[in-house]
């Protein structure tokens, strides 16, 4: 994992937080709410962000 990976993760965990703490504040609950969203947010940036970096290193390939 590199840079934009971990830049994924980051972003993804902080809207993630915002967005589970909105949520979570329906129930009472915007700080569980907050921790869910974070972690949700955190692998699903990741994820985001590793499939940018393998698409990117594929298109840096020289050509055959």
């Not at 980051?10 to 129930?27: K, P, R």
């Not at 692998?43 to 050509?63: D, F, M, Q, Y």
């Amino acid at each position: 994992p590199g840079r934009t990976t971990a830049a994924g993760a980051g972003l993804g965990a902080v809207i993630g937080a915002a967005a589970g703490a909105i949520i979570g504040n329906q129930s009472d609950e915007a700080g569980k709410g907050a921790l869910v969203g974070a972690g949700v947010g955190g692998l699903i940036g990741a994820g985001v962000g590793n499939a940018k970096e393998a698409k990117e290193k594929e298109a840096a390939k020289p050509k055959e």
